[in-house]
């Protein structure tokens, strides 16, 4: 049987195949995403932790996973959270995506981590990846940390150290300071906050909707025009986001349904929920880690960027500068942030 790590790997025909192929080939990943998948019951979801489904997930461009994933389904109030978890036993790890990736994002990160005896989950966002996504459900910044605190209960993880990538890393910081008690120490990869929330590449989004418009409203490419710059823009080499790696991202949103609920993840990114954090009164150990390739963080002038202007105001926060990587650092350096992390949360560099 064909995993969906081995449908996404693979050379590409071409460098540059045209859209219709693109949106064909996530519609090929999506149907095999609805087969393999397996609906948990909101009732026995706490069974299923402790005995999780053990089917394997294959990394891509990697010849052999270190290690498999349990795939679980946590209830979470308005709906379930996929979420794959790497390792047992050890001190928590919560690993969250931004806008427009998944889970996946960290399928280079999360095994390294569970071999250094750790337990690390990494989640699809609530309306993101493989999670539900009820048409009335709030996807917003305050609600997923709401989402992430119920899933943190669900898995049985009092604290974690909580790492985000740009929207993963705005909800990380919400969740640390309306739930402190959940969050041992964070690291926040490319944060957006100030007024790069929403950040550039989602109004980019919002804004190339009207330029695709025509060919959109047919419904045969869905967010493919859209995403594919999204994505190719979100890494300083291009070599680390080649076309099937697009396609695999953009699985979720295929036909006009996902265009649509694409647009509602967008709209739902509201800075207002940054807003009311008091930032100087977190008290977590933060790093923060700026790929200084990111296109889509704000630079102005003496006031900074984003992580600058966080690193200042957070008290004891530290900085970690990758010269190299863009916004997806998972994607681009993924032993470098596994180091980091590693470091930061006390068990020494891996490699």
């Known amino acids: 049987m064909t995993t969906i790590g081995q449908a996404a790997s693979g050379s590409t025909a071409s460098n540059h195949p045209n859209q219709l192929d693109l949106a064909q080939f996530a519609n090929s990943i999506a149907a095999r995403q609805a087969g393999h998948r397996k609906e948990d019951d909101p009732a026995t979801a706490r069974e299923r932790i402790s005995r999780a489904d053990t089917r394997s997930v294959v990394p891509l461009f990697l010849w052999e996973a270190p290690i498999d994933a349990d795939l679980l389904r946590i209830p979470v109030g308005p709906g379930s959270m996929h979420v794959e978890r790497y390792g047992h036993g050890g001190s928590a790890i919560l690993l969250v995506h931004g ?41 917003g910044i305050a609600a997923q940390a709401e989402y992430l605190d119920h899933a943190l209960t669900a898995l049985r993880a009092a604290r974690a150290t909580v790492v985000g990538v740009d929207l993963g890393a705005a909800i990380a910081l919400r969740l640390a300071a309306t739930r402190p008690e959940r969050v041992e120490r964070m690291v926040l990869v490319n944060p957006i906050a100030y007024d790069d929330v929403p950040a550039k590449d989602v109004r980019d989004l919002q804004r190339n909707t009207a330029r695709y418009l025509m060919r959109i409203s047919r419904g045969i490419l869905g967010a493919a025009p859209l995403m594919r710059d999204l994505l190719t823009e979100s890494v300083a080499d291009p070599a680390h986001m080649p076309d099937k790696l ?24 509201d800075g207002e929920d940054l807003d009311e954090i008091e930032l100087t009164q977190i008290d977590q150990p933060t790093l923060i880690v700026w790929g200084e ?31 190299n990587a863009g916004r997806l650092v998972p994607e681009e350096a993924p032993e470098a942030l596994i180091n980091l992390v590693l470091e930061f949360d006390g068990a020494g560099a891996v490699r």
Do not use: M
């Not at 399928?107 to 996504?133: H, I, K, M």
């Not at 704000?298 to 990758?322: F, M, V």
């Open 246 to 269: 697009v396609a695999r991202y953009l699985a979720p949103y295929v036909g006009s349904e996902g265009l649509n609920h694409l647009q509602l993840l967008a709209r739902s990114i």
């Open 293 to 323: 390739q990111d296109r889509f963080l704000t630079h102005r002038g003496r006031d900074g960027s984003a992580p600058e202007r966080l690193a200042e105001e957070i008290p004891g926060c530290r900085i970690a500068k990758l010269p």
């Open 99 to 139: 806008f427009g990736t998944c889970s996946f994002l960290w399928r280079n990160v999360a095994p390294e981590l569970a071999l250094a005896n750790r337990t690390a989950f990494a989640v699809d966002l609530f309306g993101y990846g493989e999670s539900d996504r009820p048409f009335d459900a709030d996807f």
